[in-house]
């Protein structure tokens, strides 16, 4: 059975950065690519950024650019997504999710952004 | 606003038919298949609908998905009180290089 278990909730301070981890269980990371996707309190699902494992080549959103960055340490079967420069809108859970099809997700970490 | 367009609310009756929409462009649902997810409140959205009109395991198949042109639709028949749940629709943008959401559809079970 594939679980994908997240880091805990974390709180910080404008300006800081943040990484959220995602344990990948019941299979192999090598064979996955993982996507992060964010949910704003109260709002929609927003899509930040993929590994293409095929491509060998990591997509992020465009209003991400440059201020996100996602990694793997496949030997812990773990995936990364670090957030810089946070503001209070980057508020949110943080999810990551199984392959382009997204059919497996994480729990979700609540980033709390707040001076 | 989201790339895809939904309606923000749908609702039904127990045992009706209902429906939720998707409106994307050729750059997105015109050129590439649809996923459907559920959300149920505080809770990790799941698939629900893969490659426009595929369910994954344990999905029953009241549940059902299609895609003509540049819209898909959700369709969930006997709506069942435990469907109450937000729905997102997903899908590939060739112009953005990335995926899309719709902006959610609430349904509620009256």
């Known amino acids: 059975q594939v679980k994908l278990v997240q880091s805990g909730a974390e709180v910080k301070k404008p300006g800081a950065s943040v990484r959220v981890s995602c344990k990948v269980s019941?299979?192999?990371?090598?064979?996955?690519?993982m996507h992060w996707v964010r949910q704003g309190p109260g709002k929609g699902l927003e899509w930040m950024g993929g590994f293409d494992r095929e491509a060998g080549e990591t997509f992020y959103a465009q209003s991400f650019q440059g201020r996100v960055t996602m990694t793997e340490d496949t030997s812990a079967d773990t995936a990364y997504m670090e957030l810089n420069s946070l503001r209070s809108d980057d508020t949110a859970v943080y999810y990551c999710?199984?392959?382009?099809?997204?059919?497996?997700w994480g729990q979700g970490t609540l980033v709390t952004v707040a001076s | 606003q989201s790339v895809l367009t939904q309606p923000p609310s749908a609702s039904g009756t127990p045992g009706q038919r209902v429906t939720i929409s998707c409106s994307g462009s050729?750059?997105?649902?015109?050129?590439?298949?649809v996923n459907w997810h559920r959300q149920f409140p505080g809770t990790a959205p799941k698939l629900l609908i893969y490659t426009n009109d595929q369910r994954p395991s344990g999905v029953p198949d009241r549940i059902s998905g299609s895609k003509s042109g540049t819209s898909a639709s959700l369709a969930i028949s006997g709506l069942q009180s435990e469907d109450e749940a937000d729905y997102y629709c997903a899908s590939w943008d060739d112009s953005l290089n990335g995926w899309v959401f719709g902006g959610g559809t609430k349904l509620t079970v009256l």
């Open positions: 019941g299979y192999t990371l090598t064979k996955i690519s």
């Open positions: 999710a199984r392959n382009g099809n997204f059919d497996f």
């Open positions: 050729s750059s997105n649902i015109g050129s590439n298949t």
